[in-house]
């Protein structure tokens, strides 16, 4: 076992594979934000290595990106911005970057940047690898993605010190492919305010439990094509809102605008963050999580920490995460859906129920600070 840092007080930490920090365009964006700013508050020196270019926010956002964010030192790597090429070009930029640097500890979030891995590696750096999710299962990569991204799969488990895993499910599929041993710690959750809808009902006419909501980005194995068919055929007055960016993927965009259209009760905000995204979470109705595929929903655990009441599909990596404190479907079944939709819409009284449980449990459950906790001593290697 690697324990060099056993017992070095404070560690020089890298992080890369993520878009930037800080922002809010993926889980991944929100665990390195997460857990870099904690650790720097700890006493850490921490450096993100962050993509240049703009990414699912949009260009407005671009210039959020400084040399320093809550003690955490912010380094934007050279990116081909193309669709296919922005991961793995800034992933090689900042793994070499990190291997001349002066780290302890080089930090790989998600598949694809881990093909990079053996370049720090080389340089005797222990190496940490988070799996966020099973990366080359979505729709939207080709196949020439597609083999990078097990090719960085496949880095992982060759070259990592450790792996990270956030579900019980990816933790099996690890043992039982490649017979490596993972470590299983979950995301967290912060415990928020709750907030009147005052944008959300300017800019949307939205008002307190007048909407179920979907947040997340637009992607085929989020599974809101369902979503919006089983809606659609729904006799109620409650709009849908579906809250995200499309992330290299506009011909889908495109798709479910098209299959909305003619329904004036679903609202597409684009991406959100800030006030906005907090209004939305706080006066949802229902939180609808209907994907295919999901590493560790942060959605979810947010969402249920503003105290909503949730209906997911029934993929392990959610239930796992709401165990009975929540509703779910069969996934994939429009049929399903639309019967959990119409069920919570006619009984709001078993809505009130969830919503009353839910915060309490998620965050009892889900704490930061102890997510914190458990990767330093990984990263020490005790």
Same mark, same amino acid.
């Given at each position: 076992m690697d324990n060099r840092y056993k017992? #070095?007080?404070k560690l020089n930490i890298a992080m890369l594979g993520q878009k930037r920090v800080p922002s809010r365009e993926g889980g991944v964006e929100v665990v390195v934000e997460e857990l870099s700013t904690r650790? =720097? =508050?700890l006493g850490h020196k921490v450096t993100c290595f962050n993509r240049s270019g703009h990414h699912v926010a949009g260009q407005q956002y671009d210039n959020d990106v400084t040399g320093e964010y809550k003690k955490v030192k912010l380094v934007n790597v050279p990116t081909i911005n193309r669709r296919g090429f922005a991961a793995a070009t800034s992933s090689y930029f900042g793994a070499i970057m990190a291997a001349f640097g002066p780290y302890d500890i080089v930090h790989f979030h998600a598949e694809g940047p881990c093909a990079a891995m053996w370049i720090p590696k080389l340089f005797g750096k222990r190496c940490i690898a988070t799996i966020h999710g099973l990366d080359h299962k979505r729709q939207k990569w080709g196949r020439l993605a597609s083999r990078y991204i097990m090719a960085g799969e496949k880095g992982a488990v060759k070259h990592a010190d450790e792996i990270i895993v956030l579900s019980k499910s990816v933790q099996d599929y690890f043992q039982n492919k490649y017979g490596r041993k993972t470590v299983l710690i979950p995301n967290g959750v912060n415990r928020p305010v709750t907030v009147l809808p005052t944008q959300i009902? #300017? #800019?949307y006419g939205l008002q307190k439990d007048g909407y179920f909501l979907y947040l997340g980005r637009l992607v085929p194995e989020k599974g809101l094509e369902y979503l919006i068919k089983a809606y659609k055929d729904l006799d109620t007055d409650k709009k849908l809102v579906i809250a995200g960016g499309s992330s290299d993927m506009k011909e889908f965009e +495109? #798709?479910?605008q098209s299959l909305a259209k003619g329904d004036d009760r679903i609202i !597409?905000?684009? !991406?959100?963050q800030g006030r906005t995204l907090a209004e939305l979470l706080s006066n949802a109705y229902v939180y609808v999580i $209907?994907? +295919? %595929?999901?590493g560790? $929903? %942060?959605t979810l655990l947010e969402a249920m920490s503003y105290g909503n009441c949730c209906l997911t599909s029934d993929i392990p990596e959610c239930t796992e995460v709401v165990e009975d404190r929540a509703i779910s479907f069969h996934k994939g079944d429009v049929t399903d859906l639309r019967s959990k939709l119409k069920e919570l819409d006619e009984s709001p009284e078993k809505v009130a129920q969830y919503k009353e449980k839910a915060a309490e449990f998620i965050c009892g459950k889900y704490d930061w600070d102890k997510v914190t906790e458990k990767t330093l001593e990984l990263y020490r290697g005790l």
């Amino acid at each position: 076992m690697d324990n060099r840092y056993k017992n #070095k007080e404070k560690l020089n930490i890298a992080m890369l594979g993520q878009k930037r920090v800080p922002s809010r365009e993926g889980g991944v964006e929100v665990v390195v934000e997460e857990l870099s700013t904690r650790m =720097a =508050a700890l006493g850490h020196k921490v450096t993100c290595f962050n993509r240049s270019g703009h990414h699912v926010a949009g260009q407005q956002y671009d210039n959020d990106v400084t040399g320093e964010y809550k003690k955490v030192k912010l380094v934007n790597v050279p990116t081909i911005n193309r669709r296919g090429f922005a991961a793995a070009t800034s992933s090689y930029f900042g793994a070499i970057m990190a291997a001349f640097g002066p780290y302890d500890i080089v930090h790989f979030h998600a598949e694809g940047p881990c093909a990079a891995m053996w370049i720090p590696k080389l340089f005797g750096k222990r190496c940490i690898a988070t799996i966020h999710g099973l990366d080359h299962k979505r729709q939207k990569w080709g196949r020439l993605a597609s083999r990078y991204i097990m090719a960085g799969e496949k880095g992982a488990v060759k070259h990592a010190d450790e792996i990270i895993v956030l579900s019980k499910s990816v933790q099996d599929y690890f043992q039982n492919k490649y017979g490596r041993k993972t470590v299983l710690i979950p995301n967290g959750v912060n415990r928020p305010v709750t907030v009147l809808p005052t944008q959300i009902e #300017k #800019k949307y006419g939205l008002q307190k439990d007048g909407y179920f909501l979907y947040l997340g980005r637009l992607v085929p194995e989020k599974g809101l094509e369902y979503l919006i068919k089983a809606y659609k055929d729904l006799d109620t007055d409650k709009k849908l809102v579906i809250a995200g960016g499309s992330s290299d993927m506009k011909e889908f965009e +495109d #798709k479910i605008q098209s299959l909305a259209k003619g329904d004036d009760r679903i609202i !597409f905000t684009g !991406f959100v963050q800030g006030r906005t995204l907090a209004e939305l979470l706080s006066n949802a109705y229902v939180y609808v999580i $209907p994907s +295919d %595929l999901e590493g560790m $929903p %942060l959605t979810l655990l947010e969402a249920m920490s503003y105290g909503n009441c949730c209906l997911t599909s029934d993929i392990p990596e959610c239930t796992e995460v709401v165990e009975d404190r929540a509703i779910s479907f069969h996934k994939g079944d429009v049929t399903d859906l639309r019967s959990k939709l119409k069920e919570l819409d006619e009984s709001p009284e078993k809505v009130a129920q969830y919503k009353e449980k839910a915060a309490e449990f998620i965050c009892g459950k889900y704490d930061w600070d102890k997510v914190t906790e458990k990767t330093l001593e990984l990263y020490r290697g005790l």
